[in-house]
């Protein structure tokens, strides 16, 4: 299903300019504090691989991956983790780097998850705040685009395991 209409929504260009807004914002919240950052797989390892990169220090890193979606474009409500975190998170200041924020559920989850290990803080960083949907309000600290609405694939997103490697983010085009 590489096919189907897309229409281009943020370009290389403005992905670049904006991840290196958030990594100057995040350089300076977390100076000297150590942080770990913890992506959500899969959707996030091209948007952390940036912003890790926007950082002005070295910072530890971590993956969970969740599963809420069923493989299309509805969410199935339930959240489970594949992948749980390997890095002890107690008394370490905790950032959740996540790509899309859609109705909160998968976040509101892992919130609650990593909590439970006592970080020093604990926030969230997402590249996209899809709002319109949002069944359950999450804390975003860090935002990179707030969009309301429709199904993005490219920099990371996947539409069923496809278009994940376009460099840019599309919206799909309903029929
Ligand atoms: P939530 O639990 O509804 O907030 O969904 C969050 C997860 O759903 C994200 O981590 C993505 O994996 C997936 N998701 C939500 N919206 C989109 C989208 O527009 N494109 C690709 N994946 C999405």
């Not at 300019?17 to 300076?28: A, F, K």
């Not at 969740?66 to 107690?90: A, C, F, N, Q, W």
Request: aromatic content about 8%; proline content about 4%.
């Amino acid at each position: 299903m590489d096919g189907g209409a897309r229409r281009c929504l943020f370009s290389r260009q403005e992905l670049e300019g904006r991840i290196q807004e958030l990594g100057t914002r995040l350089s300076r919240d977390y100076a000297g504090l150590n942080p770990v950052l913890v992506g959500v797989l899969k959707g996030v390892f091209i948007f952390m691989a940036d912003l890790v990169r926007a950082l002005e220090f070295p910072v530890e890193v971590d993956f969970v991956r969740l599963r809420s979606y069923t493989g299309g474009t509805e969410s199935s409500g339930e959240v489970h983790i594949t992948k749980d975190v390997e890095v002890p998170l107690r008394d370490r200041h905790v950032l959740i780097v996540e790509d899309i924020v859609d109705t909160g559920l998968t976040l509101d989850f892992l919130r609650g998850h990593l909590a439970s290990h006592r970080p020093r803080s604990l926030k969230i960083c997402c590249l996209i705040d899809k709002w319109e949907r949002r069944e359950v309000e999450v804390p975003l600290d860090y935002v990179g685009f707030p969009v309301a609405q429709g199904f993005l694939v490219g920099y990371g997103l996947d539409c069923g395991e496809q278009q994940r490697t376009l460099p840019e983010i599309y919206v799909l085009e309903k029929d």
